[in-house]
């Protein structure tokens, strides 16, 4: 299963009423001379790498729940030809047009040539795909707002009267249905009870305290926030940090560095893999949700060592994501909770887009399959999708979160979390945990609506013939596109019919597989959602997206 190659995943959920004390790390598996706690995973370099069990099983060549094939190997060999043509000959042309437009129209391209003895700064190859490409997509992509992004949005209306290379404000707006941003439980407001408590923390605290973590930025508000979060989570402890994407680009690299190995899916997030990168670490690849092949990394990487000395690694790290955001698929948490106690490994799991919106009681990737949290040696997850806000944390072991305090540069050199996202995020946390006396129910309605909102969605588009990714019950509804035009065909005829979507494709995605990302939310209603997908059975219609309608009637017809 290759990087164009996308699996479905489907797993059996196991509800623990009382999870058991996750097993510990034996050190003399993991570390000949440290204890295989979270202290070591923070630990000296004198620490040895994890031995291969005494008697370890072969890798069994049946496919396993999770790497079963997905629909994506039934693309038609028509949609697949003429996709990968549509691609050539928009290179090829970018190509022509930049031939002839440097020799009749030079003053054009002078960003692309030396001046001055200065080098441009990128070149005109490096710079094709931007000019020819997503230049003319411009209008899909950046859409201004003018309100708050909650189930509805108004756009700020614009247009282009140089293809895209500056836009003109109308002065009107649109309103529109969201299926764009990630609201995922409707917390995007203006007004209620989370924008009241938010209003009566700046009273109290102000706007900012001014200053990083490890100086004058410790509030007893942000104290408590991280409290709040250890538990909501089940951790020992939590670490908040101001920026989403600098909670893993910063936080990595302090927890392993030289002579450690990262395996990380090839499927990961930016900045994981920018925090991957920055930690000096070894980095090595694994099929996009396929432990099989992640045992392998495994084997081989323990049996081999470091590459010329073949030391021991001082920390092996396994890195992956709870809810993959531009898949829409889960990780297959249990086997890899079952190969970290065979192999010895540290695991590292992102929960971006999980938090909040996964299992039960929206406590993310371990409350959906019913696994205990502390099991995972390091929780990440961010505020920006379920609880309005901003920012992320790291959640672990008190030794681990202490360690960060000092270690880390989101800690000792960004600036503390302002006081209107830490109320946004404690608000928003105490309702969906039940402890808003006010609102003790809203939080679990939200969670269940937006479970019921998922399922519905992707349903529909399913039974209407479109070919879709993602597990069921994700938030995220990804529908294959596959030909580059159809991409921006797609979002302009909704916006047309006032709906805003993300389209997404190379290179964020494998080349043959443009698609457009629904996000879903706890504040659509069913209205909502029929719409939509009434419209999007139209568009489909106009632009022959329905690959898998011929099944659906065979199946039917059955």
């Avoid at 094709?128 to 411009?138: D, I, N």
């Avoid at 450690?260 to 090839?266: G, K, N, T």
Wanted: charged residues 20%; glycine residues 6%; neutral net charge.
């Amino acid at each position: 299963m290759g990087k164009g190659q996308r699996a479905m995943t489907t797993f059996t959920t196991q509800v623990v009423d009382a999870p058991q004390e996750p097993e510990k790390l034996a050190a003399s598996d993991l570390f000949q001379t440290v204890p295989a706690t979270s202290a070591t995973l923070i630990g000296s370099a004198a620490s040895a790498a994890p031995a291969l069990p005494a008697n370890p099983a072969p890798i069994s060549a049946e496919p396993l729940p999770h790497e079963k094939p997905h629909e994506i190997k039934d693309i038609p060999a028509f949609t697949m030809v003429t996709t990968y043509l549509s691609f050539l000959l928009i290179v090829v042309l970018a190509h022509v047009e930049d031939f002839f437009g440097k020799l009749f129209m030079p003053q054009k391209y002078i960003q692309l040539r030396v001046q001055n003895g200065y080098a441009p700064m990128v070149t005109d190859f490096e710079s094709l795909w931007h000019r020819h490409v997503y230049a003319r997509l411009r209008d899909c992509f950046n859409r201004p707002i003018g309100s708050v992004a909650g189930g509805h949005v108004d756009l700020l209306d614009r247009v282009t009267r140089d293809y895209n290379r500056t836009f003109q404000f109308t002065g009107k707006l649109q309103n529109v249905l969201n299926l764009a941003s990630y609201n995922y439980l409707g917390f995007a407001q203006s007004e209620g009870p989370c924008a009241d408590k938010v209003e009566e923390a700046m009273r109290e605290h102000g706007i900012t305290q001014a200053s990083t973590r490890a100086e004058a930025g410790c509030s007893k508000l942000l104290v408590e926030t991280e409290e709040m979060v250890a538990r909501f989570v089940g951790a020992e402890s939590a670490l908040i940090v101001s920026m989403g994407y600098a909670t893993n680009a910063l936080n990595m690299p302090a927890l392993v560095s030289k002579g450690c190995l990262i395996i990380s899916d090839e499927l990961n997030h930016s900045s994981l893999v920018s925090g991957a990168r920055l930690s000096g670490a070894t980095i090595r690849v694994f099929r996009h949700n396929n432990t099989r092949d992640l045992e392998k990394q495994l084997r081989r990487s323990i049996a081999q060592g470091q590459p010329r000395t073949h030391r021991p690694w001082k920390k092996i790290l396994v890195v992956v994501e709870g809810l993959y955001s531009m898949e829409g698929e889960f990780c297959n948490l249990p086997k890899i909770l079952e190969m970290r106690r065979k192999y010895k490994f540290y695991l590292y799991v992102d929960e971006a887009h999980s938090i909040g919106a996964l299992g039960k009681r929206g406590r993310g990737i371990c409350d959906h399959f019913g696994v205990d949290p502390r099991e995972v040696d390091v929780l990440m997850g961010t505020f920006t999708k379920s609880f309005g806000a901003a920012g992320g944390y790291i959640a672990g072991s008190r030794e681990l979160i202490d360690h960060l305090r000092t270690h880390s540069y989101s800690a000792t050199y960004a600036e503390a979390m302002s006081v209107p996202v830490l109320a946004q995020v404690s608000s928003s946390m105490r309702m969906i945990m039940g402890e808003d006396r006010e609102h003790a129910l809203e939080g679990q309605q939200r969670l269940d609506q937006l479970a019921i909102n998922s399922r519905y969605f992707a349903s529909g588009l399913r039974r209407l013939g479109f070919m879709t990714l993602g597990d069921d019950g994700s938030p995220v509804v990804p529908l294959l596109l596959f030909n580059p035009a159809k991409m921006s065909a797609f979002s302009r005829e909704c916006l047309k019919r006032n709906i805003a979507v993300v389209v997404v494709s190379f290179p964020a995605t494998p080349i043959i597989t443009s698609r457009v990302r629904f996000c879903i939310s706890a504040s659509h209603t069913r209205a909502d959602l029929d719409h939509a997908l009434e419209q999007v059975s139209e568009i489909g219609d106009l632009l022959l997206l329905k690959l898998n309608k011929n099944k659906i009637t065979e199946e039917k017809a059955s």
